[in-house]
């Protein structure tokens, strides 16, 4: 058992949504960067990987919406509402 | 990635346009005063007529500023064009959604580009145009960070030295990376459930995520057997279940390849096992000989408890009696690093044990941190080096000397005897054994031997050795008799206390044993020579009747050289045409006339005297060489008296006798043989008469009677020979299916002055009478014999006074004659 085998623990257990923007993308470079630690855990691969997923899929659905936000406005008045 | 400014006061509260604020534009406020982009409302003109708040915050200029400004003017000429088309498109109710990127013409403190969407609304009548700028550098740079990490992520998943694959709820693998397809020998980037159950085992995987599971709590330490095609791989699990936000899940696979683990585990665990079960003795020991491993046979031998931990604080291994200088030369050579073999005497539960060692040092320096040992029991070894080399002496049944053993002790015994010593040799053979051990069973012909070999080895306790020789043969060896008669006594004694009655189980026998007896004479002999004269004399005294005592001697040596020599000389007589048949005519005493012959051989070696059968007929029954002859004899006889009865006519009806031995009878095939003879001789069965001895039917009564009814069956008759010399008894007459008795001539020659005989012939005759026989009576000599068994009732006699054994033609002469007696 080494030490790294408690990186489990040390994954963020904050919803990747409530996290800012900048936030989830400052912790996903520091998931890829356990994920490439060679002295990388079995225990720890599918956390890490999975939190990556889910940030990154946080990441883009929130740039996506920027934009997206507007055109919902648009859409509104458009539509005249 | 954007960064929102520190906000500005003039954003606290609500920005007065500075113009005419369209009604229907004041509910967008709560929308678009925070959205990251700024808004304009213009007029019909594509004049601004409104600011979003935001406008401060997203492009540095404040609100009031842009009131009233052409939009176009608000862009940097090269994208006014774009921004003219786009107010013209909107205008005209295009949905046109492609954001214009484009610069700013004016002062500004926003980034260089911006993306711009132009959409026309209808409000109070009149179209105004909603005009949305947002910071496009800022997106675009963080859309590149995002897609440079995701793109990382990509590659760092492919790259970390496990496989990752994600399993779908409905078991499809729906993503694997490069080293998991790897792994599983397989090119594609999914597998489908079907073909999972082919790649690898997943029972254990089933098993443990068949419980409950939290989401996000991983399932480890599972090892999976992978089976890519021509292989066996084994993958450490680590599984990860999945709920997602739309109710699907899914887990994460991590693998670690194992393999080369897993296989040394298995290797190890072989070598654990082949360590536990093997016999030698296998430990690790400190320098002090504590032990710190002991196998299963270790354990045992030092008494160490199966269960017991060896941490180092156990006692310390007694090797025994180690001398001090073995010591020393061990303690030596562990301290050089060098591995030591030699044998050791190591004190186990049954003592003081050899043992061959192997003791294997771990040095550092010239100090022992520990040393393995090897250490295999030669004491097993050399004691099952003791039993083989005992059981290659000694007869396995009775635990006697055998054969070799006894040859030994001989050898030792004749080169060390004194000049006035003897070394005795006793064969004894027991009498009648093949017939007991057929009858009753080998179980109880084993207990036969066995109770003989005890009685022996009581007898000649130390005083010599006995020795089982073949299967009913015991030879008994003494040292230091003094002559020649007291070696016979030894013998005589030995042979009656194996003699009488014997007590096996439900049945008592009286068992006979017949004795041979050889001494060394001083010269130069040697064991076989003395065993072969004791064998000898064991021989002729089976010769001469069984159930005694004879002593070798150089009459003896004389009767077995020639024995031999009588044997060789039969080997080749009936291929060289050595035998002769005489044929002694037999006369029917009611009538007078002659009546037939009995065939008689002899034995005419070129150059040689005629030998009569008593000289040769018992060495052809020992060699077996007797069912040749006894077959020779046959044809010749049918043959003769077919050439008589073809001379003399079919209105005299002949009869020949031939003699059947015992070796003969004893086949369990002679009654088809002698039906093959007849038929090939084409005589008329009725006509030929066996004649058999008493002894012949003791040997065994069953197996006689079977065969002699089998032989009667033939239409032949059979005669009792040498009546009243054997073991005369009623009983024989009664079972045996016998149509005639000869009387021996012992009862007839002289018969007309002996009254003794006359009353036996008497008898004999009445009994044959009284159970339906014919009679005849051999050694008929005088004319004074023939009136008496005349008058006795005989019905046929035979004997010199009729004629002596005749030649077939001097027979046939004499038949021709006709004489009357």
Redo the contacts between chains.
Sequence with gaps: MTEHHDD?DDVSTTAADDLS??AA?DE??SV?TR??D?R?D??D???L??R??VL?RS??TR?DA??L???E??D???S?R | ???RRKRDPIQTAPIDPGGERPSTVAP?WR??AD???AALVCDEHAEVQWSSPSVHEVLGVRPDELHGLPLTDLFAETAQPHIADRVRLAQQGS?Q?TPISASLAIDHAGAASF?V?I?A??TDGRRLL?V?L?DASS?LA??R??AE??T??RN??N????G?GIEDQDGNFVFLNARFKEMLGVQANYILRDEVADLMDLAEVNDRRGGLQRD?E?I?DITVRFTPEGETRFG?V???P?EGAGGESST?????DVTARVRAEQDQARLHRLMETSSDLVLVMTHRSVPLYANRAARNFFGIPLDATLDGEAEAIEFGTVGAAQVEEIAESLRDGRIWEGELLLLGYDGLEPFSATLVPDTSGHRVLRYSAVLRNIGERKAFEQRLEWEARHDPLTQLANRLLLGERLDRALATAGPDQHVAVVFLDLDNFRMINESLGHRRGDRLLLQTARTLEELVGNEGVVARFGADEFVVMVDRVRSEESAAELAEGLRQAVSGRVELPEVDLLMSCTAGVAISDGADVDSASIIRDANAAVHEAKLRGRDRTEVFSSAVRQRALDRVTVESGLRGALRSSEFRLFYQPKVDLDSGRLAGAEALIRWQQPGGPLVGPDEFVPIAESSGLIVPIGEWVIREACSTLRSWTEQLGDDRPLHMAINLSGRQLARPTIATELRSLLEESGVDPTVIEFEITESVLLDDVERSIRNLGQIKDLGVRLALDDFGTGYSSLTYLRRYPIDVIKIDRSFVSGIGSDPENAAIVRSVVELAQALGLSCVAEGVETAGDLAAIRALGCDVAQGYLIAKPLSDGDAMRLLGYDPRY
Excluded: H, K
């Design positions: 489990r923007y900048g993308m996903l470079e890829l994920l490439t060679e990388l079995i225990d691969v599918t956390v990987v999975e990556a997923a990154v990441c883009r740039l920027a934009r936000r507007v055109e406005i648009v509104d008045l458009q005249g | 990635m954007p960064t967008l929308y678009l959205v990251e982009a949905t959604r993306d969407d959409v609304f209808p909603l949305t947002r997106r963080a859309g960070a995002l990490s995701e990382r992520f760092v998943v790259n970390v030295p496990y990752i996000d991983p480890d450490l680590t599984l990860l999945q994460f696979w991590a693998v670690a």
